[in-house]
């Protein structure tokens, strides 16, 4: 009993430990976006690059997602408002939906699965290669020049991602609402437009902030817990991932519980 | 001071030119056209110019060498420390090369220290002709 009773505390001061790194490491670097000597000319670089990376290349890809999950997801909510008579909430559901909800959430999954993993095992190759070291020889800040280019361009790119995947599902929608309403697209717009919640809106950016910030920082530093050994790669790699997907999870439950008190 | 070293590698997903450019974009906070410019310049004296946007896997190990000097040479006023040359390039009968490729860029830095086992003392011992 006492051997049972051990084991589930030294897990939980092990959790904890890690939580308290995570939300420490996670203090530093955002205190660092607001020094103006982080922006050098090597740092602007590195974040064009990765919003590039991040944002840009997945473009068509996630273009095609959008329009598929928005329809689809659309399609089906319309179905329901037409079925349940609630037609006159139909631009609250949307903004609250569709924008406040689905578009962050399958923005930072996509992201997540593609960046994030990228990012985990950029930095853990770089771990066991030494190049950190080489970098730390030069006098280059590691925090300044790796990890808050990926940060802040994590935070750009589920921001911007998620505006884009909100126009094209509310698009799709204008479509459905012509099919199924029989609906104009100044009644449709004006339904959205009065729907339109500053608090909503303000909530659903601060979640896409928070999503972006934490699925690029969990796996930088995880990927710094590689050792010099390469199979340590996967293994930082599968541990920040897992991370990072308990991440999403807390903010998404947190976003809500928020919205909702 | 600028370290040559087989435990400073070159970043691997960034290439040559970048690699020995972001010691002025990060330090002199120099615009990356101007920094790149400045490597193509000292490129140019080894003629590897055609290097530039190769990566570090891709390199000869004299290449390799070559570029982890520039970019030790990027450094203000630099005091270059190379250690264990003959480690980073093992086909070298004698350091004819290594001399060669710090009197090429000699206006870059200011002292270089090399380093070395006592036993290879005598592979340093190149005459001029």
């Known amino acids: 009993m006492i051997w049972a009773v051990e084991r589930i505390g030294t897990s939980s001061l092990v959790v904890l430990k890690s939580f308290q790194d995570t939300l420490s490491f996670a ?5 660092r976006m607001f020094r103006r000597e982080t922006y050098n000319s090597a740092m602007r670089m590195v974040l064009v690059h990765q919003i590039y990376f991040t944002a840009v290349q997945i473009l068509p890809l996630f273009t095609i997602i959008s329009i ?3 329809s689809l997801f659309i399609g089906i909510v ?18 609250g939906f569709v924008v406040a909800e689905l578009s962050p959430f399958i923005t930072v999954l996509l992201i997540a699965l593609r960046s994030s993993s990228a990012i985990n095992a950029e930095i853990a190759v770089m771990k066991v290669n030494n190049e950190l070291r080489t970098l730390e020889v030069f006098n280059i800040d590691v925090v300044n020049y790796l990890f808050l280019p990926r940060i802040i361009n994590g935070v750009i790119s589920v921001v911007m991602l998620s505006s884009l995947f909100s126009v094209l599902a509310l698009t799709s929608g204008l479509l459905f609402s012509m099919l ?4 104009s697209l100044d009644v449709y717009t004006n339904a959205l437009l009065n729907s339109a919640n500053f608090y909503d809106i303000f909530i659903s950016i601060i979640k896409c902030c928070t999503f972006g910030f934490f699925i690029t920082l969990i796996p930088i530093r995880f990927g710094l817990h590689a050792s010099n050994e390469l199979t340590s790669i996967p293994v930082a790699v599968l541990n920040g991932m897992v991370k990072v997907f308990i991440a999403i999870i807390l903010i998404e439950v947190l976003s809500l519980i928020l919205r909702f008190i | ?3 040559v070293s ?11 030119s970048i690699n020995i450019a972001l010691i002025k974009q990060y330090h002199d906070n120099l615009h990356k056209d101007e920094a790149e410019r400045i490597v193509i310049h000292y490129l140019r ?14 390199l000869t190990e004299r290449e390799r060498f070559c570029v982890m000097l520039l970019r030790a040479a990027m450094v203000a006023d630099a005091v270059i420390a190379i250690d264990r040359p003959f480690k980073m390039v093992p086909d070298l009968q004698n350091a004819r090369f290594i001399y060669d490729a710090l009197k090429n860029i000699d206006d870059s830095f200011t002292e270089c220290h090399i380093f070395d086992y006592s036993w290879d003392e005598d592979r340093y011992r190149v005459t001029d002709d």
């Open chain 2, 6 to 16: 087989l435990d400073a590698p070159l970043i691997s997903n960034l290439d040559v």
């Open chain 1, 27 to 31: 203090i530093t670097t955002f205190l």
């Open chain 1, 68 to 70: 598929i999950f928005g």
């Open chain 1, 180 to 183: 199924i309403f029989g609906m």
């Open chain 2, 45 to 58: 004296r080894y003629g590897m110019e055609k290097i530039a946007r190769q990566r570090n896997a891709l």
């Open chain 2, 1 to 3: 001071m600028g370290l």
């Open chain 1, 78 to 95: 319309f179905q329901v408002i037409k079925n349940l008579g609630l037609v006159e909430y139909l631009g609250r559901i949307l903004m």
